[in-house]
């Protein structure tokens, strides 16, 4: 064996196993080259271009839309048809592309699984190959898994339908090189699904379709429409034949929603509101802005008006296009504590109704107990209708920037920093070891909620905030919590698991993102170089 597999231009960093040739034969390899050497480029000067419009919003500019666009914004378009199968799209999950987790997810009570290389994986070279794998075989109806104890787990006869998200711009594939860089993880999670799945998707009547994470500005969904043509065209697929629904998850692209739509308009089917994304990106456009700081997570809820201007005009943004307007998730998880139970169901509830109530045509729910109650909330709004397309929010009155940039109300407290800390070393730890979705504290968190969480304390020592009892956010004060929130945890998960984890190494890495002069743009970039 080798110590590296060199294919055309494509060099692979380690052998591959028997089970990942099944993945990696060389007419899937030349596809990923071909898609490689076309438009790795061009998402380099996608990514220099973020840096350029945070250099403005550093130096004092806010995101606005775009006058240059006025007209794609004021003509009246609409979005390629949307295909009758994706147009009831009420509930749906997600989860990263674990073997029981697909298999869970697929037999749930929803319409969709959207299978997650983003926000809830940690890309492992092992969980990627794993979870290609695992679609390979959920696609082709042979997915199986047994338990440890020996619990067996099949699909059910009607599935949900699969969508695959794949990874952000921001993200690289360091096990394969080309010309001595990283590839683009994202073109590498599409390259695999789409060539190993393409097929059965359409002998079942279904097709590729794909969740696009972390968009900024519409040139990158450009970047992602030349993609599709190019691979619709190489497998001849009639032109629109992939589908994508992109999540407006950033602040910049809250502005270019019609934007985003139009230059995806033979393959987009709808926008989604990825909150905790967004929350996290609210934060990082706006790090230099002392004047829209927000204050404890647990306040920031989709009332605050940014965030119900968001959902909004998401919605009436979708609608007017013919696109639908995905809701987003609750991080609330089922408890096994009756009592917390019921609240938390409630909660659920209540955000979902929200949704509905909206105009959304649809949601999101991370774990298959809360599916049920989605499910009624949508049925009692949606009734027999499979969408709310004919929900146009006319009646509103213009959405503004001002309203989608409007500071949030709410305290900025020492249980709040502490809980911020508990979660992003908590999940910083996970994420190192390679899980990239964890319950902590009865939710759900994953990259985005950490980012909020780690970003936040950043901000706060940044602009020296005062915390509601008068201490003053500072670096030293942040290292002492983050000390004693150690301390705490190794009393509650003993020394053991302290011990044997990646503690330190979180502990370090959060050190590191929270207190450097420069806010760091994701912690999965300087989080990637721990990882296998
Ligand atoms: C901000 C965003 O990007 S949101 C999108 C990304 N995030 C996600 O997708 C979150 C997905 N959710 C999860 O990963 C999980 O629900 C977690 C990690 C939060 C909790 O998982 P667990 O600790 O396993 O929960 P729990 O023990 O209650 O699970 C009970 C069962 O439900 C299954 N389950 C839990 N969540 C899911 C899910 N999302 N999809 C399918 N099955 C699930 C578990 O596998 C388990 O199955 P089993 O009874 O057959 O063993
Ligand atoms: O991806 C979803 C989010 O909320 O972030
Ligand atoms: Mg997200």
């Known amino acids: 064996m080798t110590d590296s597999v060199i294919h055309n231009t494509l060099t692979f960093t380690q052998p591959f196993t028997q089970a990942e040739k099944q993945l990696l034969t060389p007419e899937a390899i030349d596809f990923l080259h071909t898609l490689v050497a076309r438009f790795a480029p ?98 082709k109806d042979t997915l199986s898994f047994t338990s440890e104890a020996g619990k067996i787990y099949q699909l059910k006869s009607d599935p949900a339908l699969l969508m695959c998200r794949v990874r952000g711009l921001h993200l690289n594939e360091k096990h394969v090189e080309w010309r001595d860089r990283a590839i683009p993880g994202g073109l590498f999670d599409f390259a695999l699904y789409l060539f190993h799945n393409v097929d059965a998707l359409l002998e079942k009547g279904h097709a590729p379709w794909f969740y696009l994470p972390k968009t900024e500005h519409a040139s990158e969904v450009a970047w992602w429409r030349e993609i599709f043509r190019f691979s619709e065209d190489r497998f001849d697929l009639p032109r629109g034949t992939i589908k994508a629904t992109v999540l407006i998850e950033t602040l910049p692209a809250v502005f270019q929603m019609d934007e985003i739509l139009w230059e995806l308009r033979d393959h987009v089917v709808g926008l989604n509101c990825g909150r905790w994304d967004y929350i996290f990106s609210y934060i990082k456009t706006l790090a230099q802005h002392g004047d829209r700081i927000l204050p404890d997570r647990q306040q920031i809820s989709m009332d605050q008006p940014f965030l119900d201007a968001y959902s909004r005009l998401l919605i009436k943004t979708c609608h007017r296009r013919g696109a639908l307007a995905m809701g987003g998730m609750s991080a609330l998880i089922p408890s096994k504590d009756a009592e917390r ?79 911020n800390i508990r979660v992003a070393l908590q999940y910083l730890e996970a994420w190192i070891g390679g899980n990239g979705c964890v319950p902590i504290d009865g939710l759900m968190e994953d990259a985005a909620t950490a980012e909020i969480a780690r970003t936040s304390i950043w901000q706060w020592i940044h602009h020296k905030q005062i915390l509601s009892d008068g201490q003053l956010v500072t670096t030293e004060l942040f290292e002492r919590l983050l000390d004693e929130e150690m ?37 999965t970039l300087p989080g990637y170089r721990l990882l296998p």
Not at 47 to 67: E, H, I, N, T, V
Not at 391 to 409: G, H, K, M, N, W
Not at 503 to 519: G, K, N, R, V
């Open 487 to 523: 301390q705490a945890l190794q009393q509650t998960l003993g020394e053991e698991r302290c011990r044997s984890g990646r503690f330190a190494d979180a502990a370090a890495l959060m050190a590191q993102i929270t207190t450097d002069d420069e806010l760091v743009s994701f912690l």
């Open 42 to 139: 061009e998402r380099e000067r996608l990514l220099k271009a973020r840096q350029q419009r945070q250099q403005r919003y550093d130096q004092g500019a806010l995101p606005d839309f775009d006058s240059e666009t006025a007209s794609i914004r004021n003509r009246d378009w609409q979005v390629r048809p949307i295909p009758q199968l994706l147009r009831d799209r009420r509930v749906e999950i997600t989860g990263p592309p674990d073997r029981k987790m697909v298999i869970n997810a697929l037999n749930a009570n929803v319409n969709v699984f959207m299978a997650d290389f983003e926000d809830s994986l940690a890309p492992t070279w092992q969980k990627l190959m794993d979870g290609q794998l695992t679609l390979r075989d959920a696609v």
């Open 341 to 419: 139970n019921a609240w938390v169901m409630q909660k659920v509830q209540e955000d979902k109704a929200r949704e509905a109530g909206n105009g959304h045509d649809g949601t999101w729910v991370a774990h298959p107990g809360l599916a049920d109650i989605a499910m009624a909330e949508f049925d009692r709004q949606l009734g027999e209708q499979p969408n709310q397309l004919h929900v146009s929010r006319d009646q509103d009155a213009p959405i503004t920037a001002e309203r989608l940039l409007r500071p949030c109300r709410g305290l900025r407290t020492e249980a709040g920093m502490r809980a």
